[in-house]
C-alpha cells in the first residue's frame, strides 16, 4: 500500500462531518409500522453511528455537525457527551431546524426499513463558518458523510473541512453514505460525489453507491477493480466496495486486493451494519493492523450490528469484538 500513515503528534483521532439524527426503534419485532405502538429512542445518523462506535473504541473523537435547539438536539449532545465525544464542533442551530427522525420497522429477519421525517433539518444547514481550520488540523484524519453534500449549505462546508484537511495532510475519509430522499437527480448525486472522491484518501461505500459516484464519469462501469483504480489516479489509497451478503472487497493503490467474507449473524435488521464496518475498520487501520485483518474486523461488528435492536447503543468495543471473533471462529472449527 502506498504510504497512508496517521500522524501521532495530532490530538484528535476523526472528525466525522455531517448528520446526526434520532433514531424510533419500534419495540414489538415482526409487524408493520403501523401497527407499532412504542419505540426507543436513540441518537442515530451514519456519522455519528462512526463516531460513537470510535469513541468506544477508546479513540479521540470530534465532530462538526449541527443539532436542534431542543429537547432532541441535547438529547444527542448529552449521549455524545456521555460517549466522551468532543462536542466543541457542533452548532446548536438557532433557525428553527428540527432533528431528523428515523422510524424503522422490522417486519421480520430478513425484511426491514426506515421511515425517514426531514423537513428543515439541523443536521443539512451545517455551515462553512462552523467548520474551523484550527480544529481540522488537530485531526489524523476528518469522515465526510455523502448524505451532507446533498444541499447547501452543507456540502460547502464540508468541502471547505477537505481544503482544510488537505491543507494540512489530515487524512479525508469518504463514507459514500447514499440516501435517496436527501438528493434531486442522480446526475447532482454524480457530480458532489466525485468531487469528493477525488479529495479523498480512503472511500467506503457498497457497490451501487460506487456505481452512482461514477454515473457520469462511466455509467456502464460495475467491476469494482476499475473502480478502484479509477480513484488511485486522483489521490486514494484505499477503496472499499462492500457487497452485502456476499463480503466486501479492500483495494490499495499499490495493487493489493483483499476479498472479506461476511460473519454468520443472527440477522434482526438490515441497517446500521455498515457504520459499525466503517468504524471498527477504521480504528483498527489507525491502530496499524494490516489492511485485511482490520476489514475483517469491520465485517464482524457489522455482523453484531445487523443482530441487535439499535445502532448506536450497540457499537461493541474492542474487547466485545474479539470475544465475538473468537467465538465464531471456534465454532468453525
Not at 100 to 112: C, D, M, R, V, Y
Not at 120 to 139: M, T
Not at 266 to 286: N, P, R, T, V, W
Request: with cysteine; aromatic share 10%.
Amino acid at each position: 500500500m502506498s504510504k497512508l500513515s496517521f500522524s501521532e503528534k495530532r490530538t484528535i483521532d476523526i472528525i466525522p462531518i455531517g448528520r446526526i439524527g434520532i433514531d424510533l426503534n419500534a419495540n414489538k419485532l415482526h409487524r408493520p409500522l403501523e401497527e407499532s405502538e412504542t419505540f426507543t429512542k436513540y441518537v442515530g445518523g451514519s456519522p455519528a453511528n462512526i463516531a460513537i462506535g470510535m469513541a468506544r473504541y477508546g479513540r479521540n473523537v470530534g465532530f462538526i455537525g449541527r443539532v436542534s435547539d431542543d429537547q432532541l438536539g441535547r438529547f444527542a449532545l448529552l449521549y455524545f457527551k456521555a460517549e466522551g465525544i468532543d462536542t466543541s464542533g457542533i452548532t446548536v442551530d438557532k433557525t428553527g431546524a428540527s432533528m431528523g427522525l428515523a422510524f424503522t420497522e422490522i417486519k421480520s429477519p430478513t425484511e426491514s426499513s426506515i421511515l425517514m421525517y426531514r423537513d428543515n433539518v439541523a443536521d443539512l444547514k451545517i455551515d462553512p463558518k462552523d467548520v474551523k481550520e484550527s480544529y481540522i488540523k488537530r485531526a489524523k484524519s476528518i469522515l465526510i458523510s455523502g448524505t451532507a453534500l446533498s444541499q447547501s449549505p452543507s456540502r460547502e462546508a464540508c468541502f471547505v473541512a477537505m481544503e482544510y484537511a488537505q491543507k494540512h495532510n489530515v487524512i479525508i475519509i469518504f463514507d459514500i453514505d447514499y440516501r435517496p430522499y436527501s438528493w434531486k437527480s442522480t446526475q447532482e448525486v454524480s457530480v458532489y460525489y466525485s468531487m469528493a472522491a477525488k479529495m479523498s484518501d480512503i472511500i467506503i461505500g457498497s457497490r451501487e453507491e460506487f456505481d452512482l459516484c461514477e454515473h457520469i464519469i462511466d455509467p456502464n462501469n460495475s467491476d469494482d477493480k476499475i473502480t478502484a483504480n479509477r480513484w488511485f489516479a486522483y489521490k486514494a489509497k484505499i477503496v472499499v466496495v462492500k457487497h452485502g451478503k456476499e463480503g466486501s472487497v479492500g483495494y490499495t493503490s499499490d495493487g493489493n486486493e483483499h476479498v472479506i467474507k461476511p460473519f454468520p449473524a443472527q440477522l434482526l435488521k438490515s441497517f446500521g451494519g455498515g457504520d459499525a464496518y466503517a468504524s471498527s475498520f477504521l480504528h483498527f487501520l489507525m491502530k496499524g493492523l494490516p489492511i485485511n485483518e482490520s476489514l475483517e474486523r469491520g465485517s464482524a461488528a457489522a455482523a453484531m450490528l445487523v443482530s441487535s435492536h439499535s445502532c448506536s447503543d450497540a457499537m461493541p468495543t474492542e474487547q466485545e469484538l474479539l470475544k465475538f471473533i473468537k467465538a465464531v471462529k471456534e465454532d468453525d472449527v
